[in-house]
């Protein structure tokens, strides 16, 4: 099974403008994120798909491959699925740009998930230590069910706790995915649904349209740099890996 991961690369960003160029350590963000999903070992391509030329060189600088888009997209998955309609590749999986510090053990694990023929579409979920985090809207939530297929995301705390003498188990749901190909060029193929509108969560189209979502567990702790204040967690963590 030939496996791409395609790391969407959009130069505009709302909260934090031209992020994926920011300097981390030395090199781009976009640079690390790619450098790191490279190091994993788990691909048999890694490539970058961006519509800007700045994030294009950075890539090539590191000697590696760029796909440049040649549309407008609203979403990351339109983005790699221009991409992946001309690979030739069995699975793709989905490399959020803005997270510069890859797992294998994660990686690795979802890839496997499609050992199972039922499996069309996966992706990765963490279990919520600090409960005030399930308030926060900005981090999405996920439930599944004994098979660890998702039953549902949302910005809001699921399950709501009604009965005090329950403890559930949190998970937020991490926004790497792996794609059989045919379904990502169906999947980006329709048009938005009803409670993807709603949530503001795109994976819910595919809940909506009747396709199981796999969900994997990891320990791996992604730092996603969506605001300023995230690049200074980045550093930190960073210089944890690699002590002067």
């Not at 888009?69 to 990351?76: I, Y």
């Not at 490399?95 to 510090?101: I, L, T, W």
């Not at 794609?179 to 999947?187: D, G, N, W």
Request: charged letters at 25%; proline letters at 5%.
């Amino acid at each position: 099974m030939k496996t791409v991961a395609l790391i969407p690369a959009r130069f505009g960003a709302t909260r934090f403008p031209a992020k994926l160029l920011v300097d981390l350590r030395g090199k781009p963000l976009i640079a690390r994120t790619y450098l790191s999903t490279l190091a994993t070992g788990v691909f048999d391509e890694v490539r970058v798909v961006t519509d800007h030329p700045d994030i294009a060189t950075a890539i090539e600088r590191e000697g590696g491959q760029v796909y440049r888009s040649l549309r407008e997209h609203e979403s990351g998955s339109d983005r790699i699925a221009e991409a992946a309609a001309s690979l030739d590749a069995d699975l793709i999986v989905n490399v959020q740009g803005d997270e510069p510090f890859q797992d294998k053990k994660s990686l690795s694990d979802l890839v496997a998930a499609f050992t199972d023929d039922r499996v069309s579409v996966a992706s990765l979920m963490a279990r919520i230590s600090d409960r005030d985090q399930v308030q926060n809207p900005n981090l999405v939530k996920v439930v599944t069910d004994a098979r660890n297929f998702a039953l549902y995301f949302s910005r809001s705390p699921i399950p709501y706790q009604r009965n005090e003498e329950c403890s559930p188990d949190y998970f937020r749901h991490i926004g790497i995915y792996a794609y059989k190909k045919a379904l990502l060029m169906k999947f980006t193929s329709w048009e938005k649904s009803a409670l993807e509108k709603v949530e503001m969560l795109e994976q819910l189209r595919l809940l909506e349209n009747g396709y199981a979502i796999k969900m994997v567990e990891t320990s791996h702790q992604a730092i996603a740099i969506d605001v300023p204040e995230d690049l200074e967690r980045a550093l930190r963590y960073y210089d944890s890996l690699n002590p002067s």
